[in-house]
């Protein structure tokens, strides 16, 4: 059985980023939304595109994610950077984690398996707390350009106890991603496990 990661539940969101301070080289090409501009406002009929993983995720995202008192750790902010590189075969990629949190800093390493035609993810967490968390989830989005991740982690055990954590990654704008975690721990009820909240770093940002 595996170890539930001290990090917890990493996945995807936030509210609309527009930001004037956000300052970009003419050069430079900003990330874009994956609804095609059909040049008229759309309709029920149309096709939502499948979510273009090498478009969205790849690059580094500064966070900050607020957790509660748990079988992992003590509660407080954690803060760090998480760095998605690009992958080379449409379905298999790797992040790394950066992170401070309330008992010091720590680094996570993951493997990321995206099914597109499936709309499936898999993520394989390892922490350097000790930790490895498995995750399982599906992918799906609507005509305004928002797409949900429903991920659940495999039963784990933490410090004698399992524990299981379900999140929400909300994908809502091409620079930020919020996720919404709840905790389980021995078949007990499901109990908030935070929010984190993912920033996309932009050449030129000040």
């Known amino acids: 059985m595996l170890r539930l990661t001290g990090f917890g539940v990493v996945c995807v969101m936030t509210t609309l980023y527009v930001s004037a301070g956000v300052t970009v080289s003419a050069q430079q090409r900003l990330p874009q939304g994956q609804i095609p501009d059909l040049g008229r406002p759309t309709e029920s009929g149309d096709d939502i595109p499948l979510f273009d ?3 969205y995720f790849p690059g580094s995202w500064t966070f900050e994610w607020r957790t509660p008192e748990s079988p992992f750790g003590s509660g407080g902010m954690i803060e760090g ?3 998605f590189a690009a992958g ?3 379905r298999n990629y790797v992040s790394s984690i950066e992170a401070v949190g309330p008992e010091g800093p720590f680094t996570v390493e993951s493997t990321i398996v995206y099914l597109k035609p499936q709309q499936s993810f898999t993520r394989l967490e390892n922490d ?3 930790f490895d968390l498995l995750k399982v989830g ?3 989005g609507d005509l305004g350009g928002f797409y949900t991740i429903h991920y659940e982690s495999a039963p ?3 410090d004698g106890v399992v524990a299981r954590v379900r999140s929400v990654t909300r994908i809502v704008s091409p620079f930020n991603f919020k996720v919404e975690s ?3 721990v021995d078949g007990g009820p499901w109990t908030n496990f935070g929010t984190g909240w993912w920033r996309k770093e932009i050449d030129g940002e000040p």
């Open 53 to 55: 993983y090498d478009q």
């Open 81 to 83: 950077r998480e760095t």
């Open 88 to 90: 080379e075969d449409g």
């Open 128 to 130: 350097s707390r000790g």
């Open 138 to 140: 599906r992918i799906g």
């Open 156 to 158: 784990s055990v933490v």
């Open 182 to 184: 709840r905790i389980s």
